[in-house]
């Protein structure tokens, strides 16, 4: 089976392939995963030209100007060149770019689009999108509920060109928790620990809000908070500073190279989601396949990541006392089997073997069709 993944993002900042790699090592890893099966290539556009070989995948580069980017005639040709069965493109803002893909790589070629947390189109992208659903074979969204909105705008024409897969894998995985605790120096107690940007989406507010009075029924439980952004800081600062002691039991870490979260997810017990909207929830992801216990909202990417109820527990959005109930439910729980779950669902769901099959049987089974 020959597959290439195409992506139409510029990234004209890196130019050198292996930065640009480690960059997106979450996508890298899969590439590699497919390759032990297929035929598989990938094409990026940074600031560079030529084609890098990895652990059995083919990585090309391509650089392009705007004019390219707009009219890619000469970027097709290219993709033609590696004579693919299926394409993969990934993200839903390139209708304009997949119309002259369908056209100039003929019918035999399977399109499958990957959801990347977009929305439904407007204007006149929602009329683009319209017309070249009928080129596309299929869409990866990581849960059917997010498909739902473009099938009422009929910007897909059916859920049964929709497949439920998740979008990346993690590339972290357990690690002795010792160890992991002297790279981070939590504090030996129950660890909770919080991802993401302070931002209204991230909810970072019913985070602290809820924590906060989680810890006048626990004298055990601390949270720390890996942040990057400060949209919200100051309103989270100020809840801190008007409750006695939640500065004790909240820590407020900030940015943490990517590498080195590895040791913050192996050194907690729980990885907890505030987010109002995710397209995969890559740092649930991550949390998971070191083994934390996900507390997450009940939105579609996070209820399908923790299997709807098989691990894990949830809350409503911006639910203040629904995060403070699933709080105190932790203090009941048998964390060595709550774990196991976790991993378990982790493995076959949402590794890279699991991703990677799963998109391998709708591949074969486009092609035979």
């Not at 002259?100 to 959801?115: A, E, N, T």
């Not at 409750?243 to 040791?263: C, M, N, Q």
């Not at 203040?320 to 378990?344: G, I, P």
Request: glycine share 6%.
């Amino acid at each position: 089976m020959r597959i290439v993944h195409l992506s139409y993002v510029r990234s004209m900042s890196y130019n050198e392939p292996e930065l640009w790699l480690r960059r997106i090592n979450f996508f890298t890893v899969l590439v590699e995963e497919m390759a032990k099966t297929a035929d598989v290539k990938s094409i990026h556009c940074i600031n560079y030209s030529g084609v890098h070989k990895k652990n059995g995948a083919e990585f090309h580069f391509l650089k392009t100007s705007w004019l390219q980017f707009l009219f890619p005639f000469g970027f097709h040709r290219y993709v033609r060149t590696l004579d693919p069965e299926v394409v993969v493109v990934h993200g839903l803002l390139f209708s304009w770019q997949v119309l002259w893909l369908r056209q100039q790589l003929g019918k035999k070629i399977k399109i499958v689009v990957q959801h990347h947390a977009e929305r439904p189109l407007g204007h006149y992208k929602e009329i683009l999108q319209k017309l070249v659903d009928r080129s596309i074979s299929a869409y990866f969204f990581t849960s059917f509920e997010q498909a739902r909105p473009w099938v009422e705008k009929r910007q897909i024409k059916s859920l049964d060109k929709v497949f439920e897969i998740m979008e990346v894998p993690s590339v972290f995985g357990p690690i002795d928790k010792k160890e992991a605790i002297k790279k981070t120096n939590v504090k030996e107690s129950k660890i909770y620990l919080w991802v993401g940007r302070l931002d209204a989406n991230k909810d970072p507010l019913t985070l602290v809000t809820a924590f906060i009075r989680f810890t006048t029924v626990n004298q055990e439980a601390h949270l720390y908070v890996v942040f990057h952004g400060d949209e919200l800081v100051g309103e989270v600062k100020k809840i801190l500073l008007t409750s006695p002691g939640a500065s004790d039991r909240i820590t407020l870490v900030g940015k943490v190279a990517h590498h080195e979260l590895l040791y913050w997810y192996n050194s907690a017990d729980f990885v907890i989601s505030t987010s109002h909207y995710e397209g995969s929830g890559i740092a649930v992801c991550e949390g998971m396949s070191c083994g934390c216990i996900p507390i997450v909202t009940k939105i579609p990417s996070l209820m399908m990541m923790t299997g709807t109820g098989k691990c894990g527990l949830h809350f409503g959005v911006g639910n203040v006392e629904e995060l403070f109930f699933a709080l105190s439910r932790t203090d009941h729980m048998d964390l060595a089997l709550e774990r196991t779950k976790v991993l378990h669902q982790y493995k076959d769901n949402l590794s890279s073997e699991a991703i990677s099959n799963k998109m391998m049987c709708v591949f074969a089974k486009l092609i035979k069709a």
